[in-house]
């Protein structure tokens, strides 16, 4: 008798656990997958996406994770927190590690650039190829910035113009609001500046030493990666979501759609995006979608061998781990998730 109660409570508890718990397959719900993104243009085709069924309509369960930056994105993609990231520059040292696969390009990037005060010797240095400065002005400057985004990239790359290593330039480590913020108060002698910041510097006055293409001579791109074990074993989930992610991009080729979903999308994410930097984003920074995509010159992850030298000469990613980032691009999902014939 004793023995039957026993057995009789073990079936209770384990029958009370998959009704409290459920199970995928009772509910008929996907596996979850983890994605990691911005609240910044990269992650608006991804909420867009998710705010309009695309997701549920090709039978994803997508959950969404937003981080201020890159840098803790690739930290929860190494922890397996995350299986896809949606993301900027800091991907690169993702792709270097070899466990990572790039899967699309998102947007270009322009809107960045270095700005100076307007009375500096930086801002009224002569200029050369449209960027301001000599070897002189720009040794020792001060630089503000968040550290392991496209903004050390760019910096570094600013003094690289003159002949100058990242020894001899200070790069004070800031997100981008308080790195504005300690800017207009008078820290520092430059910031580097990402939409709305740039937008707001412009706005206010202050000068722009040089933009992210003059300084680096290469056209940016955000795009999306995953953990090459997720989508060596669930190319299926990760491809229709790549289909999700361009099908939104496509929707945000309309320009009024594009501004009023923008709008409430950084309303929604504490960003302070007026409506001129809404504007202004849309007019410097284009999603790539099928549109985009079909250009005969068009290549995936193009911009990312560029990158990967400059890395090297600059001592943050190893020569050992360089060829990854190339190997790591993978045209077959785009191609087949939009149906074009994608190079790479």
Request: net charge negative.
């Amino acid at each position: 008798m004793k023995k039957t109660i026993i057995i009789a409570a073990i079936v209770l508890l384990a029958v009370s656990f998959v009704f409290a718990n459920g199970s995928q397959e009772d509910s008929g719900k996907a596996p979850v997958l983890r994605v990691a993104t911005m609240p910044l243009t990269a992650g608006v085709p991804v909420q867009y996406a998710a705010d309009h069924g695309f997701f549920e309509e090709e039978g994803l369960n997508v959950q969404i994770d937003y981080y201020a930056t890159g840098a803790p994105i690739n930290e929860a993609i190494a922890a397996k927190e995350a299986d896809i990231a949606c993301s900027g520059f800091a991907s690169v040292y993702s792709l270097a590690n070899a466990d990572c696969i790039w899967l699309a390009d998102i947007n270009t990037t322009g809107g960045m650039g270095i700005y100076a005060r307007p009375d500096s010797v930086y801002a009224n240095a002569p200029e050369t190829n449209g960027v301001k400065g000599s070897k002189e002005i720009v040794k020792g400057a001060k630089i503000l910035e968040p550290l392991g985004t496209v903004a050390q990239y760019m910096t570094e790359g600013y003094a690289e113009l003159f002949g100058l290593t990242n020894t001899e330039i200070t790069q004070v480590n800031m997100e981008w609001a308080p790195a504005y913020q300690a800017f207009i108060t008078g820290q520092g002698d430059l910031t580097a500046a990402n939409p709305p910041y740039s937008y707001k510097l412009d706005s206010e006055g202050y000068v722009r030493v040089g933009s992210f293409e003059d300084i680096c001579g290469v056209q940016m791109v955000d795009g999306c990666f995953g953990r090459r074990s997720v989508v060596e074993s669930r190319t299926e989930e990760v491809t229709k979501f790549v289909k999700c992610l361009v099908k939104a991009m496509d929707a945000l080729q309309n320009e009024e759609v594009r501004y009023e979903y923008m709008k409430e999308f950084y309303a929604l994410n504490g960003s302070t995006f007026s409506d001129y930097d809404v504007r202004m984003e849309i007019k410097d920074r284009a999603f790539v979608g099928t549109d985009y995509m079909s250009k005969p010159e068009y290549k995936i992850g193009e911009a990312w061998v560029a990158i990967t030298d400059f890395l090297v000469r600059a001592e943050k990613i190893t020569e050992k781990n360089a060829p990854n980032v190339a190997a790591s691009i993978n045209n077959e999902i785009i191609s087949k998730a939009t149906g074009l014939n994608i190079s790479k």
